[in-house]
């Protein structure tokens, strides 16, 4: 691997006291900046994965268009590369990770002539996930399991997952109950959308992962995603 190195401004040497020097190696290095990023426990298979195939690993800052991204060899990077957002939480952070590194799986098996998100980067990310989910929190385990367990895979687990996740970003209680989604909700019920709580709707009906809706002021119909977050009335 040549990435993860930090650069450091020139500082011109100082006389020392006899004393053995304290130097990082590069995998310790490497292993350190995994360790802010990622949970203990992943930190071993995570750079185990990285210098098996020789990648060039990124932690960048914020993107809003994608948390993480990963670039096949080309004659002008001819190394597998990968780059994930720095402000993700550990969980996130591993989860988000695992998914490039199926991207990585599926070039390396397939080459290029496949859906970026088809059924054979699908099974192969169902792949990753179950030789790492005893790495994610316990509550999660289960619907992680069920989200790997078939391919195609199913987007409303994966969702409910993701949600469960967000749960460990900064400033969020863990231990606090998780919060109401639609697909909480019998049929019938009457909520409101936690981000636009001043309109209120009516269940209606399941359409595989979004809810027919109907607003109750105007009647109009919508559809609204199951995971969305919502106040029952």
């Known amino acids: 691997m040549h990435c993860l190195q930090e650069q450091r401004a020139y500082v011109p040497p100082q006389p020392q006291p006899l004393r053995l020097p304290h130097v990082l190696t590069t995998e310790e290095r490497y292993r350190a900046i995994l360790g802010n990023h990622l949970p203990a426990d992943a930190v071993d298979m995570v ?4 210098d098996c195939h020789k990648v ?43 998914h490039e590194a199926a991207h990585l799986e599926t070039h390396a098996k397939c080459g290029v002539g496949v859906a970026p998100h088809g059924h054979e980067w699908q099974a192969e990310y169902a792949a990753m996930l179950s030789r790492y989910t005893g790495l994610f929190p316990s509550e999660t385990r289960a619907d992680i399991a ?55 709707f009516r269940s209606v009906e399941k359409r595989r992962t979004r809810w027919l809706c109907a607003d109750e002021d105007t009647g109009r119909m919508y559809t609204v995603g199951g995971n969305a977050e919502v106040v029952d009335v």
């Open 47 to 50: 750079y185990a994965y990285l």
């Open 56 to 98: 060039h690993f990124h932690i960048t800052l914020e993107r809003r268009s994608k948390l993480g991204d990963y670039r096949w060899p080309q004659a002008r990077h001819p190394y597998h590369e990968i780059s994930i957002n720095g402000n993700l939480n550990p969980y996130f952070f591993l989860w988000v990770f695992l």
């Open 146 to 200: 069920l989200y790997a367990s078939r391919v195609p895979l199913a987007r409303a687990v994966g969702r409910r997952v993701e949600a469960a996740l967000h749960r460990y970003d900064s400033g969020v209680d863990p231990s606090a109950p998780p919060p109401l989604c639609l697909d909480d909700l019998p049929a019938g019920s009457l909520f409101r959308l936690k981000n636009k709580p001043e309109r209120l």
